[in-house]
């Protein structure tokens, strides 16, 4: 697995596989309508699994940069804020495209994956401020299984959205 830019829909599949993977394992998490932290936890764990070591796989990461500044979200629609994303990949302490590779936000809920939300501008700001190369906004579902997929590439322009 390399940087190379044919393979830089990798991360996608890396995200998917552990989603996938979670809900054929564990169903219970969605028919007992577990919360976010708990799923997400599971996701994250099953990331690390499958992420190459090459990369940095870390949830609810709240600094960036070598001296580790908080995480801001900056927008004229949020008020300034700090923002930490449930999950990212990336390299430590590093900045630029190149070490921050994609950065994560899970709802249970549909109404995340809207590009007038909230969790839509969260991702949007980080990618633009701290240049991730990826973006996600994943909703899980509440009862059942119904995994939906916002997919963002920078620059930014029209997300992708997928069942599975």
Do not use: C
Not at 66 to 81: C, L, M, P, Q
Request: aromatic share 8%; proline share 4%; charged share 30%.
């Amino acid at each position: 697995m390399t940087d190379d830019p044919s393979q830089l829909d990798t991360p996608r599949a890396w995200l998917k596989q552990a989603i996938l993977e979670i809900a054929e394992e564990q169903p219970e998490l969605w028919s007992l309508q577990i919360g976010e932290r708990a799923r997400v936890g599971h996701i994250f764990a099953r990331l690390r699994e499958i992420v190459p070591r090459r990369w940095d796989v870390d949830m609810e990461w709240d600094r960036q940069g070598i001296v580790g500044d908080r995480k801001w979200v900056k927008s004229a629609e949020i008020t300034d804020r700090y923002g930490i994303p449930d999950m990212v990949i990336h390299r430590r302490s590093r900045f630029g495209t190149e070490n921050n590779l994609l950065v994560i936000e899970v709802k249970l809920d549909a109404g995340s994956l809207s590009t007038s939300s909230d969790d839509f501008e969260k991702v949007t700001s980080w990618m633009t401020q701290i240049g991730y190369r990826f973006g996600a906004l994943v909703s899980l579902g509440t009862r059942e299984i119904d995994t939906r997929l916002m997919w963002l590439e920078h620059p930014i322009d029209r997300p992708s959205v997928e069942n599975f």
